[in-house]
């Protein structure tokens, strides 16, 4: 079954565990190449490997600052990824919602057998 | 008094590829969360959500006992799952495998779906943790695109209501 066809791009990017690492650690501030080298303790090729897939799907902008290069994070292409999750999360929203209702009626159901019992 | 809407919401997160975890938090103790959630006539009150009713309920809650539920949805299609017990420990912990029934899927049994829930308590509201494990990130991605056909079909649905109401 084909994904929602808008977010194939940055799905595969996300998909990539060093690569959630590289968003989180630049969600806070912008970083060069060797900031990044440095608190991933990977090596530099494979930073940039990365950085570049990060690149091409948009989710990394870069800017130049002297002589070296700053990454820092653009979100706008996860929101496709948030809206395919917020539908599967809407299903068990209605689902939970009955639930709490038959919770509900349990507690009562409890604190009277409680009450019984003084 | 004020009516105050007691519906808490549902987070979804996909902590790896392979992996779907909903967390939920209900305004009950965690012995009767356990029981909502384990008990087949409370399960069919609240399964289905509003999308349908339930037409099969049945748990046999032990290790190695099996479960299958069956909905029919808006009284079209048939939708049943089932699955296998492999870890419970009650009041807190069910570790059981699931597999969404295909009419001619290839043996449908051999790589599961396999769901941790799991039940903590804190000052009377417990919250419920459900995690998702599957075999591929295709299966995973599968899973999630049910619900967006669920939310869909509830969009479509409204759209038509609307549609009406303008008539």
């Known amino acids: 079954m084909p994904r929602a066809p808008t977010t194939t791009d940055a799905f595969n990017a996300v998909a990539e565990p060093r690569r959630r690492q590289i968003l989180d650690i630049l969600v806070r501030r912008e970083r060069s190449v060797n900031d990044l080298v440095r608190v991933l303790r990977l090596a530099q090729p494979q930073v940039s490997k990365h950085l570049r897939v990060l690149r091409e799907v948009g989710l990394v902008k870069v800017r130049e600052d002297g002589r070296q290069r700053l990454y820092r994070v653009d979100g706008r292409p996860l929101k496709p990824i948030h809206t395919w999750v917020k539908h599967y999360e809407r299903a068990w929203n209605e689902r939970f919602d009955a639930l709490d209702e038959v919770l509900d009626e349990l507690k009562r159901e409890d604190d009277s057998n409680d009450a019984s019992h003084e | ?167």
Request: hydrophobic share 40%; proline share 5%; aromatic share 8%.
């Open chain 2, 1 to 167: 008094m004020m009516q105050v809407m007691s519906s808490r919401s549902a987070k979804v997160t996909l902590p790896t590829p392979t992996q779907i975890l909903i967390t939920r938090e209900f305004a009950a103790p965690k012995h009767l969360v356990y029981k909502a959630w384990t008990t087949p006539e409370l399960v069919s009150r609240w399964w289905c959500g509003q999308r349908g009713r339930m037409t099969v309920t049945e748990i046999d809650l032990r290790v190695g006992g099996k479960w299958r539920y069956v909905m029919i949805v808006r009284d079209k299609f048939e939708v049943g799952f089932h699955g296998e017990y492999r870890e419970i420990v009650p009041n807190q912990r069910i570790v059981s495998t699931e597999v969404y029934e295909q009419a001619g899927a290839h043996d449908p049994d051999a790589n599961p779906v396999v769901n941790t829930i799991k039940f903590a308590e804190h000052a009377g509201v417990t919250t419920l943790t459900l995690l998702t494990d599957c075999p591929s990130q295709e299966v995973r991605d599968i899973i999630i695109n049910s619900g967006m056909e669920g939310g869909m079909q509830e969009a479509m649905d409204l759209l038509e209501q609307v549609a009406i109401s303008l008539r």
